[in-house]
T-cell receptor, first 112, second 113 residues
Framework: GENVEQHPSTLSVQEGDSAVIKCTYS??????FPWYKQELGKRPQLIID?????GEKKDQRIAVTLNKTAKHFSLHITETQPEDSAVYFC???????????FGTGTKLQVIP | DTAVSQTPKYLVTQMGNDKSIKCEQN?????MYWYKQDSKKFLKIMFS???????INETVPNRFSPKSPDKAHLNLHINSLELGDSAVYFC????????????FGSGTQLSVL
């Protein structure tokens, strides 16, 4: 089955700095790589995703890059703001795409 | 209108009791899931249903029994609750399979005393 590893587990940055979170996956058949943000006490919500036919995708201050050869993908947040503080999860499908395996999460703290 | 709604939001109960959590989605999605989030925030899939059919049962104890009366509903019944069942349970849905965006419910915080 799919194994998704995520690093770092915690990350503190100063407001305005960039943050990078990395994930590796094991199933070479995976073709969809989403990132979810979970604020304290709330549900996870998709913030950006990328499919395997694309190497990079940007949406304002967030971007995701994918390296299919190395089986890793990363979330980049630029010009961080206090409201970016949350737990971020990467994920990848497996099991004939009926299953989504999540990474272990990264707690991001943006210090004002 | 809430896209994926689950009830109750909080559930506090004694060990050994039986409890149910209900989930409904109004997005017309074919696939629904139950995820368990433990105190370390790990999100672990428990079950996946596609059009009322069980697709994934991720080695969950058989005290947990999901039921999907139709593709818009996926309920979770838990028998003989144990301390280790304390967690937040999230229902989710997607249009197709796991290669699509997941929409999560607001979660049910289960506390077993």
């Amino acid at each position: 089955g799919e194994n998704v590893e995520q690093h770092p587990s915690t990350l503190s940055v100063q407001e305005g700095d960039s943050a990078v979170i990395k994930c590796t996956y094991s199933d070479s058949a995976s073709n969809y790589f989403p990132w979810y943000k979970q604020e304290l006490g709330k549900r996870p919500q998709l913030i950006i995703d990328i499919r395997s036919n694309v190497g990079e995708k940007k949406d304002q201050r967030i971007a995701v890059t994918l390296n299919k050869t190395a089986k890793h993908f990363s979330l980049h947040i630029t010009e961080t703001q206090p409201e970016d503080s949350a737990v971020y999860f990467c994920a990848a499908p497996s099991g004939g795409y009926q299953k989504v395996t999540f990474g272990t999460g990264t707690k991001l703290q943006v210090i004002p | 209108d809430t896209a994926v709604s689950q009830t109750p939001k909080y559930l506090v109960t004694q060990m050994g009791n039986d409890k149910s959590i209900k989930c409904e989605q109004n997005l017309g999605h074919d696939t629904m899931y139950w995820y368990k989030q433990d105190s370390k925030k790990f999100l672990k899939i428990m079950f996946s249903y596609n059009n009322k059919e069980l697709i994934i049962n991720e080695t969950v104890p058989n005290r947990f029994s999901p039921k999907s009366p139709d593709k818009a509903h996926l309920n979770l019944h838990i028998n003989s609750l144990e301390l280790g069942d304390s967690a937040v349970y999230f229902c989710a849905s997607s249009h197709g399979g796991g290669d699509e965006k997941l929409f999560f419910g607001s979660g049910t915080q289960l506390s077993v005393l």
